[in-house]
């Protein structure tokens, strides 16, 4: 059974930066694509970032790409999530999630989740 544990969040102004970590356990990180979703009260959850498997192939949504970049450390089962320039609508709870990694890019199943990080950046 995957388990994961985000962590890292918090309140910023606007134009600052924080960074999102994903702590894996439970099964080879290895056969696990990753991916970071965030969500507002009221809204539906929301692709952020995915990275495959090896590091090598990085997504991001279009409100974010430039300002995120996202990495994972094989070696210590860990995705990370560097959100520089953030903004007030970046404000959401922010969840790691895995899927087994079949090439399918941000369209990966993700079947494992967090509990959640929150993010408030003040204007």
């Known amino acids: 059974q995957v388990m994961l544990a985000e962590s890292g969040g918090g309140w910023v102004q606007a134009g600052g930066s924080l960074e999102l970590a994903c702590e894996f356990s439970?099964?080879?990180?290895?056969?696990?694509?990753m991916g970071w979703l965030r969500q507002v009260p009221g809204k539906e959850r929301e692709f952020v970032s995915h990275i495959d498997w090896s590091g090598r192939y990085e997504y991001y949504a279009d409100s974010v790409k430039g300002r995120f970049t996202i990495s994972r450390d094989n070696a210590n089962n860990r995705m990370s999530l560097q959100m520089n320039g953030l903004k007030p609508e970046d404000t959401a709870l922010y969840f790691c999630a895995a899927g087994v990694d079949h090439g399918l890019g941000p369209q990966t199943q993700y079947t494992s989740w967090g509990q959640g990080t929150q993010v408030t950046v003040s204007s």
């Open positions: 439970g099964r080879a990180f290895t056969d696990y694509a």
